[in-house]
């Protein structure tokens, strides 16, 4: 970590550490806004495969979303989800393969990531998102989602129904979003003490307790077929949330554990883009 940001850490932890003396409340709200609002976005230059693409627009609540299609004469579609701070340019070596095997491709930046427009962004929102897009460019049966994406995607397929015959890939994905709050309180050295109340706030905001926005608890509801790739080094979603999905033993469920490419290396690793295809 450089100087810079370990200077604007230790701000951080400061500033939370004194707020949650004043107000739980709103240090908790503090803490919740920088937990759906990604640091980083990617707005590089786009590879030439995205500028060949047909450009994709559209509105989805306040949110002006930018997307890209390939191959797009072709009835069975395949949607790619990122994650968390990431972009579908980073996705771009699924998209030669797909279309080789006959699909059209689709693509979109969340909102608040790379090129579409907004600030922040939470699960529901990613999972109203998918929705959207299901009903604007749909009928889709074929997913590819990783992380954040792949949380998104299980809540939206846990409500649609006869989805039988789809087929989702699930790249490290964010199973446990109490996880993810347990890494933002260690990250930023929150008290234990403001725990409860932001707890409370996303059960107010979300209409669940941070234990429903859970790919494991929603797996049950899931029956679309499902490739399941993590990996053991993963620092990001930890195997060991993985591994209470693979003990229910859903048929539905096929697993794929992985060494040594951890949380964003797994998705670029030429086998693991081969066995994806494969399974589409």
Known sequence: MSFAKK????????????LSRVSKRKAAEQAFELFCTPQYRNKKDLPQLFKEAESLQFQFHDYDVQGFRWNGDVSEKVLILHGFESSIVNFDRYVKPLVA?????????????????????????????VDAIQQKYGPVRRFIAHSFGGLAISLALEEWKDTETYKAVLIAPATETSTAVDYLFSVLGLPHSLREEFEKLITEKGGNPTQWFSIARAAEHIKAQVLWLHDKDDDMTPVSDVEPVIKKGYPNFRFHITEGLGHRRIYRDNAVVQEIVNFL
Do not use: Q
């Open 7 to 18: 200077l604007a850490l230790h701000y951080i932890r400061t500033k939370f550490k004194i």
């Open 101 to 129: 095997e006959g699909y059209c491709v689709i693509g979109f930046d969340a909102p608040a990531h790379g090129r579409s427009s907004g600030k922040m962004i939470n699960v529901l929102i990613y999972k109203e998102f």
